[in-house]
Structures are given as C-alpha cells and as structure tokens.
T-cell receptor
Framework: RKEVEQDPGPFNVPEGATVAFNCTYS??????FFWYRQDCRKEPKLLMS???SGNEDGRFTAQLNRASQYISLLIRDSKLSDSATYLC?????????FGTGTRLLVSP | DAGVIQSPRHEVTEMGQEVTLRCKPI?????LFWYRQTMMRGLELLIY????????DSGMPEDRFSAKMPNASFSTLKIQPSEPRDSAVYFC????????????FGQGTRLTVV
C-alpha cells in the first residue's frame, strides 16, 4: 500500500458547490497532517494544518478519521479561484511524503 | 522574509551534460527536502537532510543523482550525466524541526533535457 493515496480527479464542480476529497494514509502514527494547494506551474503552499481531529478555516474544513486512516478536505461555496491541485501529507514524521494530489476545476 | 530560494528557475541542457540545482533554505530551518514533480509521477521525494546530514536518499532514482548540503544555508542537487527523462520540475523545501511542522517550498527549477 502506498504511504499516501489521493484520487487524482479532476473533480469538476460549478461555482457555489460543495466538494470534498479524501486522502488515505498507511502509517497510523502521524500526529499531524497538512493540506497544500498547488496552482498550475507554481510551488505547493500550505492551505491547512491538522493537529487533532480536524480544523476549519472559512470555507475549508479538514476532518481526520483515524480509525479508517484518511483525512478529508471539504470546500464549501466553491469559487473559480479554488481551481488548483490539493495535496495532502502526514506531517508527523521526519520524511514528508506527499500524495499525488487531487485536481479541482471550478467552472462558472 | 526571504523564502526558500532556488536557482536557476529554468534550465535547458543537452543530454549528457552535468546539471546543478541550488537551494537556499529559510534561515533557521534545519530540515531540507528535494522533490521532483512530473505529470506522471506527481511530487516524489528524492532526499532529505536533517541538520545538514542526509537522512534518507532512497528516492534518488539513480547514481547519476547526488545531493549535498555543505552548510545550513545551501544545498545542491546534481545530475551527471543528464538524460531526457530527467526533465521535470525540481522543488526544494525546508522546515523547522523534524516533525509536525509545515514545509515551505521554493519556486522550483524547471529542467528540460534535450
């Protein structure tokens, strides 16, 4: 099993929609997780950190399910500017192994 | 504050040539990562350093790849000889500590080997 797995997408949604995607991880020992956003031809940038069961920041909510070993990212009221690739990474280890990312396309 | 600085931003080279990519981490960060990103394989971890010491280089694809970190403010990734399949975007990232902290990425080096 891969250390981190994500559905590559793309997820195509209209503006205003709610969309969620998951990230599954194999090592249950991680105490933290990070969601990064990567725009086309740019570097990944931190979107959200998760140190407990979840985190919320405006329209973005991350929820951790330790029993099933996945972390989800929920985006409410999607904007055109949310179109990007979203990468997750368990942050509790020295080695930072990212998922392949989920591509989101928000259309008018 | 300056972020992670990578150079060059773009590199085009001929097959067989040596390529050296450079990275300056954020001051005070003691973990440094080199990644390669392609459409097919995503963001692959090549090697990482803690306190300038290479910890895990299992992601380095071949002996043609080597990385060094002579001090806390500088790292290089070298490919010798380069091949067309090495064409990718190479990112350097750094973070404080060794666990549970976010990593900050440089803008990347887009390498094209012809």
């Amino acid at each position: 099993r891969k250390e981190v797995e994500q559905d590559p997408g793309p997820f195509n949604v209209p503006e205003g929609a709610t969309v969620a995607f998951n990230c599954t991880y194999s090592n249950s020992a991680s105490q933290s997780f990070f969601w990064y956003r990567q725009d086309c031809r740019k570097e990944p940038k931190l979107l959200m950190s998760v140190y407990s069961s979840g985190n919320e920041d405006g329209r973005f909510t991350a929820q951790l399910n330790r029993a099933s070993q996945y972390i989800s990212l929920l985006i409410r009221d999607s904007k055109l500017s949310d179109s990007a690739t979203y990468l997750c990474v368990p942050g509790g280890f020295q080695k930072l192994v990212f998922g392949t990312g989920t591509r989101l396309l928000v259309s008018p | 504050d300056a972020g992670v600085i990578q150079s060059p931003r773009h590199e085009v080279t001929e097959m067989g040539q040596e390529v050296t990519l450079r990275c300056k981490p954020i001051s005070g960060h003691n973990s440094l990562f080199w990644y390669r990103q392609t459409m097919m394989r995503g963001l692959e971890l090549l090697i990482y350093f803690n306190n300038n010491v290479p910890i895990d280089d299992s992601g380095m694809p071949e002996d043609r790849f080597s990385a060094k970190m002579p001090n806390a403010s500088f790292s290089t990734l070298k490919i010798q000889p380069s091949e067309p399949r090495d064409s990718a975007v190479y990112f350097c990232a750094s973070r404080v500590g060794h666990q549970n902290t976010e990593a900050f990425f440089g803008q990347g080096t887009r390498l094209t080997v012809v």
